[in-house]
Each structure stands twice: as structure tokens, then as C-alpha cells.
């Protein structure tokens, strides 16, 4: 898949745009975006990967947490929507 498609898709679930605009407002660990995002561990995983492929979310690891925030990518494209 292109790096164009691979953002598309990304875009296109729901979920995702959830997960999307909660970082929007704060960075965040996985246990609070599974909480916002309403789906199990395996499902958030899923989606992050998704996010971290089309270069929407990175994550940085600080000892025992991983922390995801948007890209610049992720702030344009949710301005656009």
C-alpha cells in the first residue's frame, strides 16, 4: 500500500478519528486511549499501528510508559475535517 493509501485508510475509520482527536487535546498513554477509543487492547493496538504507519502518531517510551501524540500530518488533516 502507498503512503498516500496508507494515510487514507487510516483516516477512514472512526475509531481512528476518535483516537485522533484525543491526542489532539493532550498526549496520552495507552490505558486512557483505550478508555476514549472504547475497544479492547488488541483492537487499540491494531489501531495505533495503523496511525504509527501513516505517520499520523508517533510514540515515545519513557521507562515503563508509552506515550502517543499527533504528528504535524495529524494536526493538518484534522483541520481539513
Known amino acids: 500500500m502507498s503512503r498516500d493509501a496508507e494515510y487514507h485508510h487510516a483516516l477512514s475509520d472512526p475509531t481512528r478519528q476518535r ?16 478508555r476514549i477509543a472504547r475497544v479492547s487492547d ?16 508517533r510514540v515515545r517510551r519513557t521507562r515503563n510508559w508509552r506515550i502517543y501524540s499527533i504528528t504535524p500530518s495529524a494536526e493538518e488533516a484534522l ?3
Open 42 to 57: 488488541s483492537k487499540l493496538s491494531y489501531h495505533l499501528a495503523v496511525l504509527e504507519r501513516s505517520g499520523l502518531v
Open 19 to 34: 483516537i485522533l482527536w484525543a491526542l489532539s487535546m493532550s498526549d496520552l498513554c495507552p490505558c486512557l486511549l483505550k
Open 79 to 81: 483541520e481539513v475535517h
